[in-house]
């Protein structure tokens, strides 16, 4: 019985353990050749000041491809950097959420609650949303599920733009690399 308490433990610490995220899966291949092109994309508001870097990341590993949007809020006297990898199929999802958080912002800023927070998480851990606080929508993105990595964006136009451009800009290397 007592040699059964510390396996039960083991077992409990790695539950615990860091899940990797779709782009440490892809970019981690080990016995191949893996190889890294990145576009440019043009930087996001954000609320307050500054902006946030985004482009696109292609990883071309043997016989298939992967596509990441990447977003980075880079490193600063004050801060660490942050970067979300979004890869293609979690793109196209958050782009439909978006979608839905847009049609019921006003709804739910006429309810006039005390506080709300309406948002979407990926498998992968980053969230997109808005919260409501004094009758006011704010639109925030958690880059990284296991750090303090929330970025509040100038406004929801500046979002959504960023997202469809991204999704568009991914289906348009997806077509020249077929």
């Known amino acids: 019985m007592l040699l ?21 899966e892809f970019s981690s291949a080990t016995g191949k050749i893996v190889k890294f092109q990145d576009y440019k994309l043009p930087n996001m508001a954000e609320s307050f000041m ?3 870097e985004t482009g696109i990341r292609t990883i071309m590993g043997g ?27 979690d793109l196209v999802e958050i782009n439909k959420a978006l979608d839905k958080l847009c049609a019921s912002v006003e709804t739910d800023i006429a309810a006039n609650p005390d506080y709300l927070e309406n948002k979407f998480r990926t498998v992968d851990g980053f969230e997109v949303g808005y919260y409501i606080n004094k009758a006011k929508a704010s639109w925030f993105m958690k880059l ?8 509040f964006v100038k406004n929801q136009e500046t979002l ?4 469809k451009n991204a999704q ?4 348009e290397l997806k077509s020249q690399n077929k």
Do not use: W
Not at 160 to 163: G, H
């Open 4 to 24: 059964a308490l510390p396996m039960c433990m083991f077992g409990q610490a790695d539950n615990k353990a860091k899940q990797m995220t779709k782009f440490e």
């Open 63 to 89: 016989t298939s491809n992967a596509y990441f949007y990447r977003i980075e809020e880079t490193e600063t006297s004050r801060t660490v950097s942050h970067i979300a990898m979004i890869e293609y199929s």
């Open 168 to 171: 568009a800009k991914i289906e």
């Open 160 to 163: 959504v733009d960023a997202f």
């Open 144 to 151: 990284e599920r296991y750090t303090s990595s929330t970025v």
């Open 50 to 52: 500054g902006s946030l």
